[in-house]
């Protein structure tokens, strides 16, 4: 991996409970885990329709050193955008990871 093309900082957030509502149910604030740079790769960016709505779709991998500990129920906060998690690929024997995730414009 060459550390030139890691030119976007990429925040990775996991939900932690902070307490409970009146109703007993769970609260979740998104807290960041960690800090990187990363290369932005994109892959699509289609328009998807759901309920006979349209929305845009972009889907994007992020290359990386090595974090540990990153969860498929995660999120990662880049140039502004959130993105949720879909797939982890280790890159070599823990030298770098690619980040498939997927978020809306």
Known sequence: M???N???QLTIL???EI???ELSQPIYEP???ATVWAEKIHKTEDERF???QRYAVRTVTFRTYWIEGILPTDRLRCDGYLY???GVRELG???GMEIAAEGEV
Do not use: C, L, W
Request: charge should be neutral; proline fraction near 4%.
């Open 93 to 95: 024997f823990r030298d």
């Open 31 to 33: 807290v960041p885990i």
């Open 14 to 16: 996991r939900d932690v």
């Open 50 to 52: 759901a309920a006979e």
């Open 2 to 4: 060459r550390i030139g």
């Open 19 to 21: 307490g409970r509502d």
């Open 6 to 8: 890691f030119d976007r």
């Open 84 to 86: 949720d998690i879909k």
